[in-house]
């Protein structure tokens, strides 16, 4: 049975799928394995319409991040050959993991071919993300326990033997955490985690629980209470935690977070009351902020917008929408890759100066690119894992499948887009999330 907060956010949810046409959506046209030729459409923005909205982004941020995947086609680097390279590039990962409604499976990279399904303790209600060490072996999987009304998450450690099957799920040590938004009807979430490449440390975002229960306020009323202000790193030995924080007034929404080398860690952020000055985020009555940020978590403060430098940002006076800075730092900590908006022209996929956010070339461009969640770098920081194309599939309407689409691979070093037999599809109350 759902409480009131769960209700409102049902309600909010289909609203906002209600408010899509068929106009708004042409049917999917992709070559099968290259996507070469640009593309115009609408495309949903990841960004908070105002103020107000922001408390709700909180809450649905599992969804709103999927909806935003919206995209038909990508025009790629020069030089692109248009020749599928799955099975011939060099140091591809064999094996990517993905959490779907609940579920979690092992995909073979090469072909898309479903390999095996992970099994789900028996306490466990749903895997809701994924993260991966370096190589393709060693995954982390976060997961959603219920009772009595109450969401947790707990985090699980799989290795896969050569073959890609995987082993029994080791639960690591720490307590469960509490799910910080109402969890949509049908029990699904994104809990969108990092893990370092060596595998010992986990970074998540977390916050106070939303309030629940009769007359539970739910908009500009509510302070802080459903944001996910606190950004933290779990040693995965130990369950061990500490904890960085936005400032105690803001609300906050952070996601996407990706791991450099020497405890340097990009996240995205958006942040309400705040503005930008001289490269550091400040507090601004009315402000917004989405910024790409990279947090030095060896630093021995707690103080998040303090030890955290911009790399990229986009602001406003707090009426939006924005599409800001989407992204992933690379392995090496040299670079960034991000999404970023391209006014009637779409959007932009990027690779940028991790130490001062400069733009050094743009990888994709056209209407078609979009912000959205998963992105992945593999351990060597040559293969992007990212979501390509979204429509109405054929006889879906906008109360079913709503978006769909595929993961998709760009090799950084040919600007070869290949698009992968493994679709992403976001129902109503749908998740999905992808590593390798």
Not at 118 to 123: C, G, H, M, V, W
Not at 211 to 221: E, Q, R, T, V
Not at 395 to 421: I, K
């Amino acid at each position: 049975m759902m409480g009131r907060t769960e209700e409102r956010l049902r309600d909010a949810t289909t609203a906002l799928g209600q408010t899509l046409r068929n106009a708004d959506l042409p049917p999917l046209r992709l070559p099968e394995t290259t996507v070469r030729p640009p593309g115009r459409r609408r495309a949903f923005s990841r960004g908070l319409a105002s103020r107000p909205w922001l408390a709700p982004l909180a809450a649905a941020a599992s969804v709103a991040a999927v909806i935003g995947l919206v995209a038909v086609g990508v025009r790629a680097l020069p030089g692109n050959t248009g020749r599928s390279v799955a099975a011939s590039s060099p140091n591809i990962p064999r094996y990517l993991v993905t959490t779907t409604d609940g579920q979690a499976a092992v995909h073979a990279t090469a072909t898309g071919r479903l390999v095996a399904r992970i099994p789900r303790p028996a306490d466990l209600y749903a895997y809701e993300g994924v993260a991966a060490a370096s190589g393709d072996r060693t995954y982390f999987l976060a997961g959603a326990m219920t009772g009595n009304g109450i969401w947790k998450v707990v985090f699980f450690k799989v290795v896969l033997g050569p073959d890609g099957r995987p082993g029994q799920p080791q639960r690591l040590p720490g307590s469960p955490l509490a799910v910080p938004f109402p969890v949509i009807s049908g029990g699904w979430m994104n809990f969108y985690f990092a893990v370092t490449s060596d595998g010992s440390e986990l970074a998540y975002a977390s916050g106070s629980p939303f309030p629940s229960g009769a007359g539970s306020p739910y908009g500009p009323a509510t302070a802080s209470s459903g944001s996910n202000e606190h950004l933290v790193i779990q040693n995965v030995a130990t369950g061990d935690r500490r904890a960085w924080r936005a400032w105690n007034s803001a609300e906050a929404v952070i996601s996407q977070l990706s791991w450099g080398p020497a405890g340097h860690l990009g996240y995205d952020l958006t942040l309400a009351d705040a503005g930008v000055s001289h490269a550091r985020l400040i507090r601004k009555a009315g402000g917004l902020v989405t910024a790409f940020m990279v947090l030095d978590t060896t630093a021995p403060g707690s103080d998040l917008t303090g030890d955290s430098r911009i790399v990229s940002y986009e602001s406003s006076s707090g009426s939006g929408p924005l599409r800001g800075p989407h992204g992933v730092i690379s392995p090496d900590g040299r670079y960034v890759y991000l999404q970023l908006p391209a006014g009637k022209a779409g959007g932009q996929l990027v690779q940028a100066s991790a130490a001062v956010g400069r733009t050094i070339r743009v990888l994709l461009t056209g209407a078609e690119v979009t912000t959205g969640e998963p992105m992945s770098l593999d351990g060597t920081g040559r293969y992007l894992l990212f979501p390509l194309g979204a429509g109405h599939p054929p006889g879906g309407d906008s109360q079913s499948a709503y978006v769909a689409g595929h993961l998709a691979r760009l090799d950084l070093h040919t600007g070869q887009v290949t698009r992968l037999t493994i679709p992403v599809m976001a129902e109503i109350n749908g998740a999905f999330d992808a590593a390798w």
